[in-house]
């Protein structure tokens, strides 16, 4: 497989169709899950020439680290549903690769089992002690960093579920990381009334590094760092939770701005060529989460079908940074776009 689209194209086949639709779809009418990877496409490069070197390095650095490519595994629900050996194939394919992966607070593997460079994902829980005790556990297991999801507010309206009625995993899986002090596992709840003031909690609970995920409003980004979160993630959790927000290579820029290289700015959504990655560098994202294609890729293959999804992105983009002129993803800049 020569694309992460034909990865997509084929991981059909060795998904249910129910686990497929889990998997593929997106809230109400999908409008937000097209329009993050159509907006990419309306954005035009205007390479450089005779400005490039043999080699490209292709890394970068991020809260402390350095990273082999500017991809990281977006948090995903569920890995099990996908292979057998879930998030531990997927974090072996990361390790690979040189980067990092971000473990979902509903993944189907205990976060203690789950080896490599990773953070973890959570939402708070109406219990804020089951919330506390998850929160230490992952970093007791060596997470490097707490990503709290800030668009869960409500449980997003997916359509292609109800339909099918998957309103449960099947027997044998659970979310590994929902059990608490006792060791039951817990049902996922959402919490309307979290606050910017529940910040200072969190920062009490744990000393890990903070990343909030689904900012979209450049005003929020201004007020996490209020905060002083140490990160920012620009999603629109791929257009499951509230449909018809932007495209969010189209809400970056503002968001970046408002950051002004204070914290790093990560993007997610819609990536599926490098040049999706060239164009957010170029708009000052430090590094960009890749969702549903590492499902694909663990699907079709497990552990190696995760690591061909990084490597295809790893040769994509070292060829696409020689074709604009570039050596390192720091020559990337906003001039090289026309929109
Ligand atoms: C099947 C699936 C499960 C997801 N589970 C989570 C999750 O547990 N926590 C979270 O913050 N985001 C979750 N997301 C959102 C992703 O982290 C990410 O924002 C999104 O998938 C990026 O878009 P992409 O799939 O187009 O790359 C999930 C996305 C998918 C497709
Ligand atoms: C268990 C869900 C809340 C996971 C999720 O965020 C998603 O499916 O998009």
């Known amino acids: 497989m020569i694309s992460l689209r034909e990865l997509e194209n084929e991981a059909r086949a060795h998904l249910a169709p129910e686990v497929h639709d889990l998997f593929a779809g997106g809230a109400d009418d999908e409008i937000t899950l097209r329009a993050n990877e159509s907006a990419f496409a309306r954005i035009g490069l205007v390479p450089r020439v005779l400005s490039g070197s043999a080699e490209r390095d292709l890394s970068t650095s991020l809260l402390g680290r350095t990273i082999a490519l500017p991809v990281v595994i ?27 992966m971000i473990v979902s607070m509903a ?8 080896p490599g460079d990773t953070w973890f994902q959570f939402n708070v829980q109406p219990d ?62 959402f919490a309307p009334d979290l606050a ?12 890990l590094p903070l990343v909030l995920k689904g900012i979209t409003h450049p005003a929020d980004a201004r007020r996490a760092l209020d905060h002083g979160v140490d990160g920012l993630i620009v999603s629109n959790h791929g257009g499951r939770q509230l449909d018809s927000v932007a495209a969010t290579i189209d809400l970056l820029p503002d968001i970046t701005s408002a950051v002004g290289g204070r914290v790093p700015v990560l993007l997610d959504g819609g990536v ?14 430090t590094a960009v989460g890749i969702g549903r294609p590492v499902l694909w890729g663990l699907a079709i293959d497990g552990q190696r079908g995760v690591e061909r999804v990084l490597s295809l992105l790893r040769e994509e983009l070292d060829r696409a940074l020689a074709l604009c002129g570039a050596s390192s993803l720091d020559d990337l800049s906003e001039d090289l776009l026309r929109w």
């Open 272 to 285: 599926r060529r490098s040049t999706d990655i060239v164009k957010a560098r170029a708009l000052g994202a």
């Open 196 to 207: 910017w003031s529940d910040l200072a909690w969190i920062r009490e609970i744990s000393a």
């Open 128 to 189: 804020r002690e089951l919330t506390r005790y998850q929160v230490q556990r992952a970093e007791k297991a060596g997470c490097r960093a707490l990503v709290l999801s800030v668009d869960v507010a409500a449980f997003g309206h997916r359509e292609r579920d109800l339909r099918n009625g998957f309103d449960h995993l099947p027997d044998g899986l659970v979310c590994e990381n929902m059990r608490d002090a006792a060791g039951v596992v817990r049902r996922i709840e």
């Open 107 to 114: 993944a189907t593997t205990p976060v203690e089992e789950i």
């Open 74 to 100: 977006a948090p995903t629900a569920f890995h099990r549903l996908a292979h057998p050996d879930g998030e531990i194939s997927t974090a072996r394919a990361a390790q690979a690769a040189g980067t990092i």
